[in-house]
């Protein structure tokens, strides 16, 4: 009589004390050991002489409690066009030294979660301009330093960084242009075609740049926009490589691609060359049979013309 | 009183206009030049805090940190790398351009070559920064950092080994084009001329992730 609502209950048991452990045993699996730093980047405009407050959020995502160090530093376009920026070298001479976080260095436990408040002052003798500067929290991965035997050691910090882009306006001037086109002239079939364009801000302003390559027919209907992946953040003398694939192309086709930006609400043009699509081969064998056939029929036709004439004689 | 009345609204434009043209404040209200900061003089900056960016140095454990075995390295030797790869991850969910890892010696390290002695007769001693490929031609005592291999989401962006890189101002060795981590794993590498003073050397090496 208790027999089935035994064996239910030892069942219910079983499963739900299997499941505990599996979900910890997943979660263990799952849970990374990074370090996270939010904002990734800020952009705002400040003035001369003027104090800012702000905050970056520090998050242990690791299993273990370590000591977490802040440092500020300045920024600087990078020179490869993948990179927004990078850590000046040296300490901070720029607008980093306008950052003062509340924390220098502080134990963080598993899973805290640490509220950074970052004071910034402007000073009052700044110049016009961006001043890109970064606050960043890093953890020592490795101090094999303390060891004093002979030898040769690396000791390596791990960090991440928040981004400030902070403009001083007054006179700057926003400019930008394209170069590098590249895009195909003839696509066989099957061809992959990639449009691909440098944009470079060479003006003094932070700009943030979106847009599309548009791909009209040489007849002008039926245009396409292949956006560009996200917007673009470039820093004063930065530049990006920006690239776009045509996937969903036409068969069959004269086209005429074009870059179409806008760069801080200042529109950037620049049209690539014509591209030719050319048919696949099936398409070719209808052409050639669409033009042939009549040929033939006008052929047999005249042919069988003279025929009659020739025997009415 | 009675005639001043209808002009009462007139002078108060007038005010107004000359406050406005003069910075001038009228009492009760403040003028362009302070509206922005509060009492205290500061202004609040809110950056967006669900767009973070993420690094992950697990994978550098202190035993690949050690060039040699027990990181003994004579003057003389030739090219020594580290035993293990430091592997490091990384990613942003800033945009879909991703993130960027750089390699740099840390601002502690002070100025000069990234390798330098710290403890023992070797005082003012270092291992020149080197960047290249070719080990078995150079002469003299050379440092770098090599990029062994790149996975996930990560792009390299420096040459594998056995190219190798100065460590000294910021380099971009890796990055990805999505919010998806990569990792890129890095071994150093050391050369020693016979002329070298023995002593225990330290490089400082900051891995820095950052949205691109």
């Not at chain 1, 952009?43 to 995502?61: A, D, E, H, K, S």
């Not at chain 1, 003062?100 to 979660?113: I, M």
Request: charged share 15%; hydrophobic share 45%.
């Amino acid at each position: 009589m208790y027999a089935r609502p035994l064996i239910l209950a030892a069942t219910l048991v079983v499963l739900v004390g299997g499941l505990v452990p599996l979900t910890q045993a997943a979660q263990d699996r799952v849970r990374p050991e990074t370090l996270s730093l939010a904002p990734a980047r800020t952009v705002y405009t400040v003035r001369p002489g003027q104090t800012y407050n702000t905050r970056v959020v520090f998050r242990n995502l690791t299993r273990s409690p370590f000591t977490a160090h802040v440092v500020t530093r300045d920024l600087k376009p990078a020179d490869d066009d993948g990179t927004f920026a990078v850590i000046a070298q040296g300490q901070a001479r720029g607008a980093g030294k306008w950052f003062a976080p509340a924390v220098q260095s502080r134990r963080v436990q598993p899973d805290e979660k640490l509220d950074i408040p970052v004071r910034i002052t402007v000073p009052a003798d700044v110049r016009p301009g961006v001043y890109p500067a970064a606050v960043l929290v890093q953890r020592v991965l490795s101090n094999p330093a303390s060891n004093e035997r002979d030898g040769a050691r690396i000791t390596v910090t791990a960090g991440a960084a928040s981004q400030f882009i902070l403009t001083v306006p007054g006179g700057l001037e926003t400019k930008a242009h394209l170069e590098q086109l590249d895009s195909p002239r003839v696509l066989w079939p099957g061809d992959k075609a990639r449009f691909a364009a440098t944009l470079v801000n060479d003006g003094d302003t932070f700009v943030t740049a979106k847009g599309h390559v548009a791909i009209g027919p040489f007849t002008g209907y039926a245009q396409q926009n292949l956006q560009l992946p996200d917007k673009v953040d470039l820093l004063p003398g930065a530049q990006r490589r920006l690239e776009v694939e045509w996937d969903d192309r036409p068969p069959f086709g004269w086209f005429e691609p074009s870059v179409v930006l806008d760069v801080s609400t200042r529109p950037v043009n620049r049209s690539y060359p014509l591209v030719f699509v050319l048919p696949p081969w099936w398409m070719v064998a209808l052409l050639v049979a669409a033009l042939m056939l009549p040929i033939v029929f006008w052929l047999r036709r005249r042919s069988r013309r003279d025929d009659e004439g020739l025997e009415r004689d | 009183m009675r005639t001043a009345l209808p002009w009462l609204p007139l002078l108060l434009v007038a005010m107004l206009l000359g406050s406005s043209q003069l910075g001038i404040p009228l009492p009760g209200t403040t003028s362009p030049a302070d509206a922005a900061p509060s009492v205290s003089g500061d202004v609040e900056i809110v950056g967006e805090v669900d767009k973070d960016v993420q690094i992950d140095g697990s994978g550098c454990p202190g035993g690949s940190l050690v060039i040699g075995a027990a990181g003994s390295i004579a003057p003389g030797d030739p090219m020594v790398q580290t035993a293990a790869d430091c592997s490091v991850s990384f990613s942003s969910n800033n945009s879909a351009l991703g993130a960027s890892l750089t390699v740099q010696e840390d601002a502690a390290g002070g100025t000069g070559p990234a390798m330098k002695c710290t403890i023992g007769a070797c005082a003012g001693s270092s291992l020149e920064d080197f960047t290249g490929a070719n080990w078995a031609v150079t002469t003299g005592s050379h440092f770098g950092a090599q990029l062994m291999s790149a996975a996930g989401a990560a792009t390299p962006t420096w040459a594998t080994n056995p190219q190798t890189y100065a460590v000294a101002a910021a380099s971009t060795a890796c990055s990805t084009s999505s919010i998806a981590a990569g990792t890129c794993s890095f071994r150093f590498a050391a050369a020693s001329d016979a002329a070298d003073v023995p002593g225990a050397y330290e490089a400082l090496v900051q891995f820095t992730a950052q949205a691109n």
